[in-house]
């Protein structure tokens, strides 16, 4: 099933909240270039979870059908082979998770390809999250800290704490996870870097990616014969484009209301 080019909606949030006006509000200026280089190997990893999981499913796609073949024939060993490499290469935001879903959906089915791409992506998600921990360390929320209206909408979106708090959080990683064109890899590293508390953020993942998962788990087991980009294409039913564009549309609504009320709060 293959998908729209992924955008991330929570840097656009962030970026939204600083104005033209930032600099009469007391505002230090910063480039997108001084960004890079504050965030530091940070900086290189965003480049990296931006632009390698679309060059990884491209060669992925065009080798699916042979990997599929070996997958479906080697049952068990390669359903561990499957979870280990889905959680190494989307971990590592070499792959992304829609295109190796597929994968697991056509080789094991829906009832064992489900709980294997489950698997995958949340484990990928924890190892993307401690490598862009340990690469950012304090360099992201110093950034923010510097920018008031930036470091408002972080802590309007997500926050530490527990009680209603983790709640708040969960739900906005929830729903930041929802839409199908939201990047894996670099939403992890934007989430870590701002540092959304780990416990929030690993359930929020697997209950947000988990529908988008099983739709393409799904489709993928219904596929006959060989797995190519075109039965592929093929398959994928028209509404799940809409589905897709409406849940992206929903959720940058809702992230941009909670991030302008955030904004107001500072400057009102």
Request: aromatic content about 8%.
């Amino acid at each position: 099933m293959t998908q729209p080019p992924e955008n991330t909606t929570f840097p656009t949030e962030i970026n939204a909240a600083e104005s033209p006006a930032a600099g009469s509000q007391g505002e230090p200026e910063v480039s997108v270039v001084q960004v890079f280089k504050r965030l530091g190997p940070a900086g290189i990893l965003a480049i990296v979870a931006g632009v390698m999981p679309a060059l990884g499913g491209i060669v992925l796609l065009m080798n699916i059908g042979a990997i599929g073949t070996w997958l479906a024939g080697h049952k068990e060993i390669g359903f561990v082979i499957y979870v280990a490499c889905f959680m190494l290469l989307a971990g590592l935001a070499l792959l992304p998770t829609y295109a190796q879903s597929i994968l697991g959906g056509w080789a094991f089915g829906f009832a064992a390809g489900f709980p294997a791409a489950l698997l995958g992506f949340f484990g990928a998600s924890l190892l993307g999250y401690d490598i862009a921990r340990a690469a950012s360390r304090e360099r992201a929320m110093k950034l923010l800290k510097e920018h008031p209206k930036w470091i408002a909408v972080r802590d309007a979106l997500v926050a530490d704490g527990e009680g209603a708090r983790f709640w708040k959080t969960l739900g906005m990683v929830t729903l930041l996870r929802i839409p199908p064109n939201s990047p894996f890899a670099l939403t992890n590293l934007i989430m870590a870097a701002v540092k959304v508390p780990r416990v929030p953020f690993a359930i929020g993942t697997l209950i947000g990616m988990a529908p988008r998962t099983g739709i393409a788990v799904f489709i993928a087991s219904l596929i006959k014969g060989e797995l190519s980009r075109e039965s592929i294409a093929n398959a994928r039913p028209q509404w799940v484009v809409y589905v897709a564009i409406g849940a992206s549309v929903a959720v940058l609504g809702i992230v941009g209301l909670v991030a302008k009320r955030a904004v107001d709060r500072i400057t009102t």
